[in-house]
């Protein structure tokens, strides 16, 4: 069985492996023969030094930081994303009235915002959850209004000639088939959430992978900086995987397949 699993993602993930270790043999090598400043683009060695250097700043205080932030930011947009979307969907006029300051909520630039939520909450971690909310809450709600809203017509006439009451009706066909569609926009979330508290980070904060990839980058420690950002795209990814195979989990158990 271990064998299958292996031979079947080495099919599926085999070529991109290939091509992430050519283009960081190209990367290395383009850097050594000096056709671009490593102060613009350090070479992955470099980056790779630089993170065991500062490992003990970054994996015992910054990274914490951040992943505090994107976890509690992650835990209230689901809450308050899946109850608005049931809410709109429940509520026609309620939905009338939120989904448009929804898309709008969308279109305000981050960077513009960020310092009001400063203004409100200070330099604490609340600041920063604000943002990634902001950012995070959005594809939840969607997700979970569209997902209900979909599919799943003939069973619901069926149910409603067998007498069945509109709560019956959600709980046994609609939440089902949303079930899908709310699971990819968790996915969407959890990355939106790492981004959202970088940039928390950036424009003001005392610790986590974006204060200190700003501090870096004053000092124009490129490796330091680069050092960061592969943290933070690591725990997206991270973050990724991990709702990716709760979602085959329950969909497995849901629909056995």
């Known amino acids: 069985m271990k064998t299958t699993r292996f031979k079947k993602w080495t099919s599926d993930y085999g070529l991109f492996l290939i091509v992430i270790i050519l283009l960081i043999s190209l990367w290395q090598w383009v850097v050594n023969r000096g056709l671009i400043p490593a102060f613009i683009l350090p070479s992955p060695s470099a980056i790779w030094g630089s993170l065991i250097e500062n490992r003990e700043l970054l994996f015992e205080e910054h990274l914490p930081a951040t992943l505090n932030e994107v976890l509690i930011g992650f835990a209230i ?42 203004m409100w909450f200070g330099y604490s971690i609340w600041s ?15 997700s979970t209004y569209d997902g209900l809203k ?4 003939e069973y619901r006439e069926l149910l409603l000639t067998m007498g069945a009451n509109r709560w019956t009706i959600f709980k046994k066909i609609q939440v089902p088939m949303a079930l899908p569609s709310f699971l990819s926009g968790l996915k969407m979330s959890v990355v939106y959430c790492v981004t959202g508290a970088t940039i928390g980070e950036w424009l003001g904060a005392s610790q986590g992978l974006g204060y200190f990839s700003r501090r870096m980058s004053g000092s124009l420690q490129a490796d330091a900086v680069f050092a960061a950002i592969f943290l933070l795209s690591l725990l997206g990814i991270i973050l990724f995987l991990l709702i990716s195979f709760i979602e085959r989990q329950l969909l497995k158990n849901k629909y056995h397949i």
């Open 77 to 118: 947009s689901v809450a308050c994303g899946t109850l608005l979307g049931i809410g709109m969907h429940f509520s026609r006029p309620l939905e009338k009235v939120l989904y448009p300051f929804l898309v709008i909520s969308q279109t305000i630039p981050l960077i513009a915002i960020s310092p009001i939520f400063i």
């Open 128 to 142: 920063k959850i604000a943002v990634t909310i902001l950012i995070a809450f959005f594809p939840i709600v969607v």
């Open 150 to 153: 979909s599919g799943g017509q």
